[in-house]
């Protein structure tokens, strides 16, 4: 399955990749020029085999208890400070975005940004969209943050969506992060340099749940 908002991406660099082939075999009576036909080719069809692998979304379902909370992002924990983790998305990784629990999407806030690097500390000033979400254990805050390649932060949702816990929220392109601010009452059941999946693996349970 491909990401939402990703088929127009794949289809135009097909296109281009098919033009150019097209021009190598039949329009071209100059080397230099066959040459660059062909180099063309080459570069946009390995774009769209990328494309492809980029913009997968696997079909996931989360693993626990409904109000054990799962990982929005596939990635690695790079900090996790009282209630806030921070998890990095690699340019291998899935870019599909879900809810952490269900609950009632109450604000969505979207800021366009700068180009810093996602796992920088600076890039505080990118491309983001802050969402807090209503849960049965208290509001639960989600920052989705662009990195510093076309940096576009596609959302799927709006203030008054509902969501079920796993289900989609949106996708970032091309480098990427994601910091999740616990309701009270959690703990954290990952730890730095953890590498985590999106809608699967359970990042943070209630404490007395914890404490069994």
């Known amino acids: 399955m491909l990401a939402k908002g990703s088929l127009s991406w794949i289809l135009g660099m097909a296109f281009f990749a098919v033009l150019a082939w097209f021009g190598f075999n039949y329009l071209s009576d100059s080397f230099l020029l066959s040459s660059i036909l062909f180099l063309l080719f080459i570069i946009a069809a390995s774009l769209t085999i990328f494309f492809i692998i ?22 690695k924990v790079i900090s996790l400070q009282h209630r806030t983790i921070c ?10 975005n879900r809810a952490p629990l269900s609950g009632t999407v109450t604000h969505v806030d979207y800021k366009p940004g ?12 990118n491309e983001r969209n802050h969402v807090i979400m209503k849960t049965a254990s208290g509001n639960l805050e989600l920052t989705q943050i662009a990195g510093v390649l076309t940096r576009r932060i596609v959302s799927y949702i709006s203030e008054g969506t509902q969501l079920k816990r796993g289900e989609r929220i949106g996708m970032i392109r091309f480098g990427s992060r994601v910091d999740v601010t616990m309701p009270e009452g959690y703990v954290f059941t990952v730890k730095l340099n953890d590498s985590i ?16």
């Open 54 to 75: 980029f913009f997968r979304d696997p079909k996931r379902t989360p693993t626990g208890d409904e109000d054990d909370a799962v990982s929005p992002a596939d990635g």
């Open 87 to 96: 998890i990095f998305m690699n340019i291998h990784n899935v870019h599909v």
């Open 114 to 125: 700068g180009y810093m690097p996602a796992f920088n500390k600076d890039s505080e000033v």
């Open 197 to 212: 999946k999106a809608g699967e693996t359970i990042i943070a349970v209630k404490k007395d749940k914890f404490c069994k």
